[in-house]
């Protein structure tokens, strides 16, 4: 997987407004629904500021394109290494929460880019998933620097990883094996 601090810094470089968590999050929702995605869609919306003549665009863009070949393998892997963007977990808790609601509002911009729209029919599993992304992707929180904030934000975190790789897996049905009567 892509450095977090490595993608955030050269994103920062170019003023891009998406950082490194909220990218990460739209792939994802993008993927999720159709793994044959436009990646220089992607990729242009996250850059849309930059001259892609510019030497530290072209830095972020390869950056991108690398998070993307890393992320489309990892979110098909049968092991479940599949991982999110986040920053790592020596970083204070408060940046890391705020860096996974990014995540989550990023998932559900990718999910709409993809081509969903709310109202549309979902999964039943799919669709609790998506409204409870709405409500990590609103919440205002209060982090403390105590054990039990710690052990939320990584519940939060893995329920959300698990929650991605269970919508890849329902809205993807042709990769699914086949099934025996």
């Not at 993307?68 to 977990?89: C, G, H, K, M, V």
Request: proline share 3%.
């Amino acid at each position: 997987m892509s450095d977090f601090d490595t993608l955030q810094a050269a994103l920062e470089r170019v003023d891009a407004e998406t950082g490194a968590a909220e990218g990460h999050g739209a792939l994802c929702g993008m993927l999720s629904l159709n793994h044959a995605i436009d990646v220089g869609r992607w990729v242009d919306t996250l850059l849309e500021q930059g001259d892609a003549n510019d030497a530290l665009v072209r830095e972020a863009r390869g950056l991108l394109l690398g998070l993307y070949e890393d992320t489309q393998r990892q979110i098909n892997d049968s092991n479940l290494d599949f991982a999110l963007l986040l920053p790592d977990d020596d970083e204070p808790l408060e940046l890391r929460v705020r860096a996974l609601a990014d995540w989550c509002r990023g998932f559900l911009y990718g999910l709409a880019m993809a081509g969903y729209r709310a109202g549309d029919e979902l999964p039943e599993d799919t669709a609790e998933f998506v409204k409870d992304l709405n409500e990590i992707a609103r919440a205002s929180f209060e982090v403390g620097a105590g054990e039990e904030d710690e052990t939320a934000y990584a519940e939060v975190s893995e329920y959300v990883r698990m929650g991605v790789l269970m919508v890849n897996e329902e809205m993807q049905p042709s990769k699914a094996p086949p099934r025996l009567h």
